[in-house]
């Protein structure tokens, strides 16, 4: 816990006043114990780190400029003050900006306290049994690397609110490689938690039988419009595009993929709905308040396909007339009644994303080869299939929802589930 | 900051293991982004930090500190935190009595001329284009001096600069919706950077936002493709660089294979950051080995891979001491710097002549690389349909995809332009800047339009 004392501000409260400028100030401090292992070397590696950030945002005649430091000394503060009041000069000047009027002191606790007890040895445990599991001939180990971390967040800014928010979180990440003389394919798992990384053997005898899979598949389908499926981590992904393009300020700027539409446009498929969650249970981005010190509220960003709202910071929420209640993302929810009988609406699911640098941040135009199973009437999973492009836009796409599955992500910040898109093109 | 050589000597020989390393980083960094016009809260960031190493066969121990107010009880957290406790070798410095450490605070960055010229710039050539949707404009300039200390050898000490100047441009109308980036990114940025280098970026980059609104041609199929030396320079990175750095070595496609044949007698790829006044030099890497030119490929032969110290006592080989971090946080991977692929005596516009029908790529932009088949497909931003041995349609909204050991064997000819492109950021684990060059080349590629 870091101890703020209102005398250690003293002297830096005497160089602003001089100066007439408000001031908020995020201090950051965070720890993590990581365990990683290298193949390579067969080597364990144990890292650890106690960091402190400090971002300082100074305001003056209605304009704003920044520094962040490794530590609050005041000889650094001293030394950057003319320097940023120079640049300050140069900046935007909008009579919107202004100290956000927050005078309150809050503090609150997200963190799980089991994660505390997370040791170098724990981590070694679970690693462990990643790497004595009896892989076949054809699998080596590719990666794995296991952490826990914990964080503390303090806003304190010119009028003296003092906000206090604290969390934690726990991952693995565990790959492994594939070669048979002709092929080569690797596969991995991962997950970000609020409660303890657990390795479990399912988990691993999963992975070992999709890389072999892949490994051993030389299935093709003709290119065509198929029904298909996105697993749920490919769903989050394509999710994060969207919310990216929220900010008020560049939807107004013509930087968003959203500048041509206005709330209340009918944009997405009648099942989209997308709420942002800042106090979710067992969901890792909960917040009390943001950047600026504003407390942070459930918010619906879609609603039944209809588009309902936006992230504000202080200065757009000012200029638009509306709450400023966030400015950036905390958990995501995708809000639907999921659907058992999932497999039955779709022929092809898509498991992976490969990369997704193709995606065009202008046009959500997007052209992918993924990796994929074809599934049968049973609605199993069969053959692997790889190496096949398509090109959708992000729009139309969320625009073609045919059904939603029951299995929402537990893990993360996005309580995603798999979704089924009618009649998408495949191209072989 | 002072710190003398017997202090030195103290810390280093007061924990344990074989190999003993401390690493401080002092950076400053400035950013500003005009958007529209607007400079948008303009900002310094600095650091000064320190990290401690210690690694034995088969375990490696490493912690990070932001204060080093007392280095000493940074040094006894660490013995304590990991039980190292027995020092088993004692080494003694080679170096000066003492050694400075300069203060963040006076390092001085210039940007108001590039300020006030981005903003004549932005008044006189981009105001006044009504298809000008919006626009974005970012100044990065980082200073970075770091000091290394190890038990291997002695001690080390550098500056490195990572700096770009940016822009986005974006037209938008009806439906359609085009957006452009180009940038400048010398290593000396404040001295090249004026009034006449920020116009000529704009007017070339309003150039290329126009062109590609003009698309025409949608080929398709197994065709020639001429790639420009200024497009293709995250191929040589990503295909051949990777895949050469000695940690990737447990699965990497060049595994086992030095001195066999990977590439078409054209292909000679080095990896040289020496060349002073260059971006992508560096006079020592950061675990303080002096920088070399590692020839990788040779003829299409595979010479070498790319190693840090850690790599090259695996592999029993002289290292090309190619060891970077990201910052003080992190630890010393194997990393590209300054990769280039050398020209040959082809000339550029005697390559569209061989070509009866294919395309010419000036700009290529996202792609995807599967690490594990080799497979890529990068999108054409910006290019022209050859018939007939001449340029005719423009083209966009294309891919060329293949393989890349396939391309390294399938270049046919190689043009004598070897021209810086980029220094971009690599996310091996930890961001990097890094720059390669190419010569334009010759070779057949699956293309699709859509």
């Known amino acids: 816990m870091i101890e703020i004392n209102k005398n250690d501000f003293s002297k830096i409260i005497e160089i602003y006043n001089k100066n007439n400028i408000d001031w908020y100030v995020n201090i950051i401090k965070t720890n993590s114990k990581t365990l990683s292992y290298s193949p390579l070397h067969d080597e364990i590696s144990l890292d650890s780190s106690d960091d402190i950030w400090v971002s300082v945002v100074i305001i003056k005649d209605h304009k704003k400029s920044s520094f962040n430091i490794d530590w609050f000394w005041i000889e650094k503060i001293e030394a950057s003050i003319s320097q940023m009041l120079e640049l300050i000069d140069y900046a935007e000047y909008d009579e919107n900006i202004t100290l956000p009027d927050i005078t309150d002191s809050v503090w609150k606790d997200f963190s799980n306290p089991d994660l505390e007890k997370i040791d170098y040895e724990y981590l070694k445990n679970q690693f462990l049994k990643f790497k004595n599991y009896n892989f076949d001939d054809k699998i080596i180990i590719e990666q794995f690397s296991a952490w826990v971390s914990s964080g503390e967040q303090i806003y304190i800014n010119s009028k003296w609110a003092v906000k206090v928010q604290k969390d934690n979180s726990s991952f693995y990440f565990m790959e492994i490689f594939a070669e048979n003389g002709e092929s080569r394919e690797t596969h991995y798992d991962y997950k970000t938690l609020l409660a303890m990384p657990e390795i479990k053997i399912e988990d691993i005898e999963k992975l070992e039988k999709e890389v072999l899979a892949k490994l051993e598949s030389n299935w093709k389908i003709s290119s065509w419009n198929y029904d298909i499926t996105l697993e749920r981590d490919v769903v989050s992904e394509f999710i994060d595009i969207i919310l990216w393009n929220l900010w008020s300020e560049s939807i107004d700027e013509w930087m968003s993929l959203f500048s041509k539409n206005t709330l209340g446009d009918k944009i997405f498929d009648d099942k989209f709905t997308l709420i942002n969650d800042p106090d979710l249970k067992w969901y890792i981005w909960n917040v009390l308040f943001d950047k600026e010190g504003i407390t942070v509220e459930k918010k619906v960003l879609f609603d039944k396909w209809v588009w309902r709202d936006k992230f504000y910071d202080y200065k757009n929420s000012l200029k638009k007339w509306v709450k400023a209640d966030w400015n950036t993302i905390a958990n995501i929810v995708f809000d639907a009644v999921g659907n058992e009988l999932y497999l039955k609406w779709s022929k092809i699911i898509i498991m992976n994303l490969m990369a997704f640098h193709t995606v065009d941040s202008s046009t959500w135009k997007f052209s992918l080869s993924w990796e994929w199973y074809l599934l049968d009437n049973e609605w199993n999973k069969t053959e692997y299939i790889k190496n096949i492009s398509l090109s959708w836009d992000i729009i139309s796409l969320f625009n073609s929802i045919k059904s939603i599955w029951n299995d929402f992500k537990t893990d993360g910040n996005f309580k995603v589930p798999s979704i089924t898109f009618y009649n998408q093109t495949i191209i072989w | ?450």
């Open chain 2, 1 to 450: 900051m002072k710190i003398l050589k017997s202090q030195l000597e103290n810390y280093l020989n007061s924990f344990s293991w074989e190999f003993r390393e401390i690493f401080f980083e002092k950076s400053k960094t400035f950013k500003f982004t005009c958007v529209n016009g607007k400079f948008k809260t303009p900002s310094f960031s600095t650091l000064e930090w320190m990290s401690i190493l210690s690694r034995s066969w088969n375990n490696e121990y490493f912690k990070a500190y932001n204060d080093l107010n007392d280095i000493f009880l940074n040094i006894d957290n660490f013995k304590k935190e990991f039980s190292l406790f027995d020092n088993i070798n004692q080494v003694s410095l080679l170096w000066e009595n003492e050694l400075f450490l300069e203060d963040t605070k006076d390092i001085k960055f210039e940007t108001k001329n590039i300020i006030e010229n981005t903003l004549k710039v932005y008044e006189e050539y981009m105001i006044k284009n009504s298809f000008l949707k919006s626009s974005e404009i970012s100044l990065i300039i980082s200073k970075k001096f770091f000091i290394v200390w190890n038990t291997t050898w002695n001690f080390g000490k550098d500056i490195n600069f990572y700096n770009t100047y940016f822009v986005k441009l974006i037209w938008e109308k009806d439906d359609f919706r085009e957006e452009v980036y180009e940038k400048i990114t010398w290593t000396n940025i404040l001295h090249t950077i004026n009034y006449d280098s920020i116009k000529e970026l704009i007017i070339w980059s309003l150039d290329v936002l126009k062109k590609q609104l003009s698309w025409e041609a949608r080929p398709n199929g197994k065709i020639d493709v001429i790639i420009w030396n200024e497009s293709w320079w995250t191929i040589i990175h990503e295909a051949v660089g990777h895949w050469l750095e000695a940690d990737l070595q447990n699965s990497s496609v060049y595994k086992d294979k030095i001195w066999q044949k990977v590439a078409s007698d054209l292909v000679t790829i080095v990896d040289n950051p020496t060349t002073v006044l260059e971006r992508g030099h560096y006079n020592i890497d950061h675990e303080w080995y002096a920088s070399r030119n590692a020839i990788l490929i040779e003829n299409g032969i595979l010479k070498s891979y790319l190693h840090n110290a850690k790599t090259a006592i695996k592999f029993d080989v002289e290292s090309t001491w190619h060891g970077r971090k990201e910052t003080y946080k992190h630890k010393t991977l194997v990393r590209m710097w300054n990769t280039y692929m050398l020209p040959w005596k082809d000339k550029k516009e005697d390559l569209i002549k061989k070509v009866d029908y294919g395309i010419y790529v000036s700009r290529m932009w996202w792609w995807q690389v599967n690490t594990t088949t080799w497979d890529f497909v990068f999108k054409v931003q910006n290019g022209y349909l050859i018939e007939n041995w001449v340029l005719t349609k423009n083209v966009r909204w294309a891919t060329i995809s293949g393989n890349w050991p396939e391309m390294l064997n399938e270049i046919y000819w190689v043009c004598d332009d070897l021209n810086f492109f980029d220094w971009w950021t690599c996310g091996k684990w930890q961001s990097m800047p890094v720059s390669d060059w190419v010569p334009t080349i010759l070779t057949k590629l699956k293309v699709s339009g859509f």
